[in-house]
């Protein structure tokens, strides 16, 4: 048995998780946590699940609105829905709006709810029995000309030159991912490159474990093509907070969690090597994590993807030792976390240039930009970051998070003061 649960009141999603439990001990139960006025992703089936259990109560009022909507999506499992009143005008409109059954918040049997969801798990196994046999579920499960089994294909995703990225919902997960196709790209020895592309970022993400880092749920090969499905982000990256604009604090502090991030991974012996805005991650709390890990070398992992003096990464953001395929380590990551605050601070990137190559000259030889009167204030902190020999920049990358706070702290004091 696998259930849904949307709750507010946090002691009766405790008493529903005790009766479920008392029948079915190994019960996975999963609690998604939504702020006031949140929505599920409109994309979303709970296709995972044998049943959602659905409270009335909400802060706002609006638990009837929550089952209108997710009734009203076509294949969503079953909404078991908990009302103060079964007799009265709400619990009404929710069987009008579908519910699967309507019981009472309090009072109500343990053997009642448990043949509700009994009735309701059948119901569920059988409507997705039949839905697999249509040509609608086939269709869904095709990521370009790939079929991969146990996901349905939501939407295309812009993507780099050699993956695809597709938002897809994971019945195995319960949830929304995002899974990242590449066709199979084999090496003069028949090592196949993008299959082991896909293992070293699947395998840095399960290293590290952190809620910086955004996590990897499963490896696999479908139809002569890699696909590895990570974690969905529906706020989108750093790409988007940039051209809606970010004030000084704000920079500064998404600063600080990149720093974070980082830290965790160079404690992890992992360098990133392609940290630029589209691979860090907003969450909904405001919160980072880094993603894309297919250029990062991790020291425990012996695969290493890149030739030796190899150019590898995004030139606007490279260090200038990357840039010239030199050894790197942790402070190279720290320079491209510079190029990001200059451009998080100013709206544009330090150093440009239609030919990549000229880039990669100018971190180089060109001294870093001077920043705008308005942000002049943070110029030490971007010369620190954007300094052309690891030498002159932070020590590491927990140094620069905490230099990064301090500047952030100072950054809301002169907002509050002005």
């Known amino acids: ?17 005790h009766h479920v439990t008392c029948r079915w001990p190994t019960v996975q139960l999963t609690v998604q946590n ?10 979303f089936l709970a296709q995972g699940y044998d049943a959602t259990l659905l409270d009335e109560q909400w802060k706002d009022g609006q638990g009837l609105s929550w089952l209108e909507d997710l009734a009203s999506r076509q294949g969503f499992a079953p909404v078991v829905f ?4 079964i007799a009265g005008e709400l619990a009404r409109r929710a069987r009008i709006f579908g519910a699967f059954a309507v019981l009472p918040r309090r009072g109500f049997t343990n ?35 790939v079929r991969i089994p146990g996901y349905r294909c939501v939407r295309r995703l812009p993507g780099g030159s050699m993956s695809q990225l597709y938002v897809a919902e994971s019945e195995k997960a319960g ?15 028949g090592v196949d490159q993008s299959f082991e592309r896909f ?101 425990a992992i012996a695969l290493e993807i890149t030739d030796p003096g190899t150019i590898f990464g995004t030139p606007h953001y490279m260090s200038p030792e990357q840039g010239h395929g030199e050894p790197l380590d942790g402070r190279s990551d720290l320079y491209s976390l510079g190029v990001m605050l200059y451009e998080m ?13 000229a880039i990669i000259y100018k971190h180089r030889h060109q ?8 942000v002049a204030a943070w110029q030490e902190m971007v010369d620190r970051l954007l300094a052309k020999s690891p030498e002159d920049r932070f020590e590491s990358a927990a140094h620069a998070a905490a230099a990064l706070r301090r500047a952030a702290e100072r950054a809301r004091a002169l907002r509050l003061e002005g």
């Open 345 to 357: 601070l100013v709206g544009e990137k330090p150093f440009t240039d239609s030919n990549p190559m």
């Open 34 to 43: 939504v702020r006031d006025g949140e929505r599920l992703p409109p994309e």
């Open 199 to 299: 293992l070293q970022e699947y395998e840095i993400a399960h290293r590290l474990r952190h809620p910086s880092i955004a996590g990897c749920y499963e490896l696999g090969v479908a139809d002569d093509h890699a696909y590895l499905a990570m974690e969905y982000f529906p706020e989108g990256d750093l790409r988007h907070r940039i051209r809606v604009g970010v004030s000084p604090s704000e920079a500064l502090d998404l600063s600080a969690q990149i720093a974070d991030a980082l830290a965790v991974m160079h404690e992890g012996d992992t360098l990133h090597r392609d940290l630029k805005p589209g691979n860090v991650l907003m969450r909904a709390n405001g919160r980072i994590a880094l993603s894309d890990f297919g250029l990062a070398k991790h020291a």
């Open 175 to 189: 949830s929304l991912l995002v899974v990242k196709v590449s066709p199979s790209m084999h090496d003069a020895s």
């Open 367 to 374: 001294p870093a930009p001077r920043l705008p009167p308005s």
């Open 111 to 145: 053997a009642a709810l448990l043949a509700v969801l009994e009735g309701a798990s059948d119901m569920q196994r059988r409507a997705l029995g039949d839905w697999r046999l249509t040509p609608e579920a086939e269709r869904s499960r095709r990521f370009g000309m």
């Open 82 to 85: 908990f009302a103060t009143n």
């Open 1 to 17: 048995m696998r259930l849904l649960l949307i709750v507010q009141d946090q002691r009766f999603g405790v008493l529903l998780r």
